[in-house]
């Protein structure tokens, strides 16, 4: 069901179809994160005090219908009139947490450790989910998860896994560009559950029985049942702001964990906001400047050597991209401009055409500027405990640093068992860590490799990977980005 080693959620994700799964809560995102009392949920429990006691110290300060003055001088109660005024439902609207900066570190925070509450495992495993390792987990589809990605502008995520004595545990977490992005990937989500049941979208996938269940988790939220013939697993899949979270319960047998799971999903709430509202959240990011960018993936098998080599811009949110393609399957050329969300594509011949749907089109974007510009998007300022003198890289003053192994595997998301790093470098640029170049070099089994080579080279077996990646015009001039007439 799902992920190897993390259940369900990321095979699981094709595209919602109208009249999909019903939502508790509004049918549309809020700019806020509404914290409201709930009876039984810790959040809300918070909230509902400091509002209770509010009310009761107004109340207390007279009786009904008494003036403060005639309650200290102690009036005649035959004189008193008594009034009865409705109360009306007091609400605490607190603004979106999640509207500052994430970063792998707050999402590696969100996830429950493993040594207590309901994901309580002595052998939890947790790890940043970048998106080119979504990429590689999705089973059923990645093409359509490249798409999803894309569309709906997912920044980065983490996952846990939590095997216990009779379930295993999984909570996922996907942060996404805001909360409208995040709301559309919510019901994209759950669809692709229901959409996973077979049909024509993957044919190949095992029969799995989905039955929708209300589930109260977040500004929104779906409960879901899932069974093959191999057990059961009961999820929820929840939002918080531009945060959504899959939690969810395997076992071999039928028991219902739909109690065990309403307590799972408020722990890893309560973890996502108070994560975000400990200390002094990040100052703002600038916007992303406008720059060129240069890419190119080598893969070297004996005496073989594929690539592919990708050029482009970026300006102002918008996106041009020349891609070149020698894959085992052949050699491609082409064209990706994105402009205001639309995607067109062209072969070179100068023709151009809508993308729409095609996902398979959708997911060449991966390779276009692959590594986002700001490193903390992708985690590497995490592996810049030290600062060595700054040189001149393109003209900006930058900070080179060097890594292995273990700071690749981090970086990327994934476990590269068996491969062999020979350089891992990378220069960030002084003030605003931006990517300015990067380079890595690394042996292994192809198959091992695919969160580097993307889908395509992994029956080549022993390989050398290549990866150059380059960014120029940092904010000066920058080709211009034309969308088809």
């Known amino acids: 069901?799902?992920?190897?080693?993390?259940?369900?959620?990321?095979?699981?994700?094709?595209?919602?179809?109208?009249?999909?799964?019903?939502?508790?809560?509004?049918?549309?995102?809020?700019?806020t994160l509404c914290m409201e009392s709930r009876s039984g949920r810790r959040a809300g429990v918070r909230v509902g005090v400091w509002v209770a006691s509010a009310v009761l110290l107004a109340a207390c300060a007279s009786e009904p219908g008494m003036s403060p003055g005639d309650a200290s001088a102690g009036g005649d109660p035959a004189a008193t009139t008594t009034t009865t005024t409705a109360t009306e439902a007091v609400s605490l609207v607190l603004p979106d947490v999640t509207t500052r900066p994430i970063t792998v570190d707050d999402l590696m925070a969100m996830l429950p450790t493993g040594g207590g509450g309901m994901a309580a495992s002595a052998d939890a495993a947790t790890e940043p989910m970048s998106n080119p390792d979504l990429l590689t987990r999705a089973t059923l589809d990645p093409n359509?998860?490249?798409?999803?990605?894309?569309?709906?502008?997912?920044?980065?995520?983490?996952?846990?896994?939590?095997?216990?004595?009779?379930?295993?545990a999984y909570v996922w977490i996907d942060v996404l560009s805001d909360a409208d992005a995040a709301h559309g990937y919510l019901l994209d989500y759950a669809g692709d559950v229901f959409k996973g049941a077979g049909g024509t979208h993957a044919p190949d996938a095992a029969a799995l029985g989905v039955a929708e269940f209300p589930m109260e988790a977040g500004e929104e939220a779906i409960g879901l049942d899932l069974t093959d013939p191999d057990g059961r697993e009961t999820a929820v899949v929840f939002r918080l702001g531009r945060i959504v979270v899959w939690a969810s319960y395997a076992r071999d047998d039928e028991a219902d964990t739909r109690v065990a799971l309403q307590y799972l999903a408020d722990e890893v709430s309560d973890r996502?906001?108070?994560?975000?509202?400990?200390?002094?959240?990040?100052?703002?990011?600038?916007?992303?400047?406008?720059?060129?960018?240069?890419?190119?993936?080598?893969?070297?098998?004996?005496?073989?050597?594929?690539?592919?080599?990708?050029?482009?811009?970026?300006?102002?949110?918008?996106?041009?991209?020349?891609?070149?393609?020698?894959?085992p399957a052949g050699e491609v050329d082409t064209d990706l401009v994105l402009v205001d969300g639309i995607l067109w594509s062209g072969s070179g011949s100068g023709s151009t055409h809508l993308v729409g749907g095609n996902v398979a089109e959708r997911s060449l974007l991966a390779f276009c500027s692959a590594w986002p510009i700001d490193g903390r998007d992708s985690g590497l300022t995490g592996l810049t405990a030290e600062r060595p003198p700054s040189h001149q890289v393109g003209g900006i003053d930058a900070f080179g640093y060097q890594s292995d192994l273990t700071g690749l595997e981090r970086v990327l998301g994934v476990s590269l068992d068996g491969a062999t790093v020979d350089a891992?470098?990378?220069?960030?640029?002084?003030?605003?860590?931006?990517?300015?170049?990067?380079?890595?070099?690394?042996?292994?089994?192809?198959?091992?490799?695919?969160?580097?080579?993307?889908?395509?080279?992994?029956?080549?077996?022993?390989?050398?990977?290549?990866?150059?990646?380059?960014?120029?015009?940092?904010?000066?001039?920058?080709?211009?980005?034309?969308a088809p007439a």
């Open 272 to 327: 996502v906001i108070t994560t975000l509202t400990t200390g002094s959240p990040a100052a703002p990011r600038p916007d992303i400047p406008d720059h060129r960018f240069e890419t190119t993936i080598s893969i070297d098998a004996g005496d073989t050597r594929y690539s592919i080599e990708a050029a482009g811009s970026v300006s102002a949110g918008d996106l041009a991209c020349s891609l070149h393609r020698m894959t």
């Open 424 to 482: 891992f470098s990378f220069w960030l640029a002084d003030g605003v860590p931006w990517v300015l170049e990067l380079s890595i070099i690394v042996r292994g089994d192809a198959a091992g490799l695919e969160s580097l080579t993307g889908p395509g080279f992994g029956a080549l077996g022993e390989v050398t990977v290549t990866v150059r990646h380059r960014v120029l015009d940092l904010g000066g001039t920058v080709d211009p980005i034309l």
């Open 1 to 31: 069901m799902g992920a190897e080693g993390f259940g369900a959620p990321p095979g699981l994700r094709p595209t919602i179809t109208p009249g999909g799964p019903a939502l508790k809560g509004p049918g549309t995102p809020s700019d």
């Open 144 to 168: 359509d998860e490249a798409s999803d990605i894309v569309r709906f502008g997912r920044v980065t995520g983490a996952a846990g896994s939590y095997p216990g004595d009779d379930s295993v």
